[in-house]
């Protein structure tokens, strides 16, 4: 790196003028001023902690660990700091990595101590009292419209309204914004109505974002009804690959990639999620990207393993893993807040590669340069055509306006790939002559050069070690009943929730699955009628599973091994399931949708409104099981496809069921 009067670019030796000027090389000049006004205004970057349970396991981590992790996220100029923290609103249905509960499993019920999104808001407006709260849903309870969340707009946005308000009520928190449905079809007539009915709830400064999902059709609407232009404040899209589309543009609204990355947490993922914080304003003029995910706090064998800005999916060692795209993300948010500035002259290097500043109203600005190649700098989605970075190219700046005083700028610098990492190091700051300075940038850097100084954050000490899911486990869901989730578990359909049993004086603590109604499902197809939480390592093989269960009035209960997958295909789930059903029935099962059924029999008490205990024993290829302790089948399987996978247990259909002292052992 050299400053600007004193680097020198070789020419070839010439005795006339004219020969040199047509010999030299063209060195590009980039103009950054203020004059003529500036650009669009900043909105802040963002993570997501939902669509869905991505944050599932951060709750049940101890302390300090779980609060190191918040200061990373949010805490100001120490981690990401991030500037807006987007929230799914529970649904009651799976969204991609789990199901999160509905504030109103019914429409008699409201409820706002369920799930963990009400603690993580209060967590990150406690670090950081401006960070912007955004709430979106995924999913929708069944009674919310049958099938579909639009035959009744008024109920519809009731609801999510009920929601907002629940946020202020009972936790002091303020909501921002609000989408309509994530990456599903929109409707006019919806929108209108939630835009009117926040204003009758003098929630006049929520904001709505619309679609989540794609910009033209959106884009079409607005410019065609006046009425839906003036309810729609920001056209948010997901995972524009840096551009937006022209009539998006043409709209006069606010654009925001409202959801982007989901690439995982590696030296390639972050600098994907380098060059796209950039380029959407480059090339699409997106004033915010919020990342999915937020946290990857969700077991490692479920959908987009740790594609979180960082990874903390093992709260039974405190381990954790501050993963690269938090420092990618500090580069911004370290010397920017929301309310800033984009200059007008950004854009893209000679060399391949991209930059952007950013002025405050105090005479401050700062410049973000990524030069991420290709090869290392993939996205899981959009395609990402081909393009050519150079390996070194010096880039020349010339300030403007009020900014020609400054006389030198502080760089922070890091490379995620190759040889030579560095992450978020602070560099000799870089002298600024006449308004004049140069950079030397090499590929795959990200630079950022300010005035805002800032001394290098502190991090904490090194977390515990990394341990695999301690076996064997018990949990007998002894909890607040609170309608909170027992640790650990992660509910991949359905709702289990932590419920005291004042009738059964053995039981007063149980986990009980509560939904009832088939959800408004996000997932193409809707994932299984058969609820069902997953539990503990992936890898586990020959273990026990044993439980205690209450199938109340009908369905059944079942408790399961080697459950191979989550997410959307969670209907198609294979494992070894031991059922027993309201009929009196037990079953032993290959899969979660009960069409492999291997034995089944009949038993000689009564199944509903009563305790019993199953057993289910997997060890190679011998698999037993036992009810109250009385054995039902002792089988030699044969190879089976499936070898490791979770413990889980569930209910037969949309069905209340209760589960109390849960255990797994190794099988012997």
Known sequence: MASYENHYYPVPYCYLLVLCVLTAPVVSVYNLTDEGGLGMTFDGIGGLSGGGATSR????????????????LFKPNFGAALQILKVEIGGDAQSTDGSEPSHMHTKDDQNYTRGYEWWLMREAKKRNPDIKLYALPWAFPGWVGGGQ??????????????????????????????????????????????????????????????????????????????????????IGAHYPGTHSASMAEKTGKTLWSSEDDSTVNNGTGASCWARILNQNYVNGHMTSTISWN????????????????????????????????IWVTAHTTHFTSPGWKYLKGV??????????ALADSTGNVTIVIEAMTHEHSKCVRPILPPYSVAPKQIVNFQLGGDFEKIT????????????????????????VTGGKFSVEVEENCLYTLTTVKEAPPTAYPKPPASAPFPLPYKENFD???DSSEAPYFADQTGVFELHGNESSPNHQGTMRQVV???????????????????????????????????????GGAFVAARVDRGGCVIKNALGLFLWLLADDVWALSYDIALKNIVLQGKLNTTVVGQWHRLDLYVKGEVTRGSLNGQALFHIRTGPLPIKKGFAAIGSLDFKNVQFDNFEVVRAE
């Open 149 to 234: 969340p639009y035959p009744k707009p008024d109920l519809t946005a009731g609801y999510v309204v009920n929601w907002i308000l629940g946020a202020k009520t009972f936790h002091n928190l303020t909501i921002d914004y609000v989408g309509i449905w994530n990456e599903k079809e929109y409707d006019v007539t919806y929108i209108k109505t939630l835009r009117k009915t926040l204003d009758d709830k003098d929630l006049g400064h929520v904001m709505i974002v619309a679609p989540d999902g794609g910009w033209v059709q959106i884009s079409k609407d607005i410019m065609a009804d006046p009425e839906l232009a003036a309810a729609v404040d920001i």
């Open 347 to 356: 854009g893209h290097l000679d060399g391949g590669g991209s930059y952007v």
């Open 516 to 554: 009832t109604q088939r959800p408004i499902f996000w997932c193409k197809k809707g994932p299984t009628d058969s609820p069902i939480s997953v539990v503990g390592d992936h890898n586990w093989t020959d273990v026990t599973v044993s439980c205690d269960v209450l199938v109340e009035q009908q």
């Open 479 to 481: 909890g607040p009943s």
């Open 294 to 325: 937020l946290i990857a706090s969700y077991y490692d064998d479920l959908p987009f393993p740790r594609s979180g800005l960082m990874t903390a999916n093992q709260p039974w060692s405190g381990h954790y893993e501050v993963s690269d795209p």
């Open 57 to 72: 396991l951060l709750v049940s981590y101890p302390e300090p660990q779980r609060a190191q992790i918040l200061d990373y």
């Open 408 to 431: 030198h700028l502080n760089l922070w610098y890091s490379k995620f790939v190759g040889n030579s990492t560095a992450r978020f190091q602070s560099r000799d700051p870089v002298k």
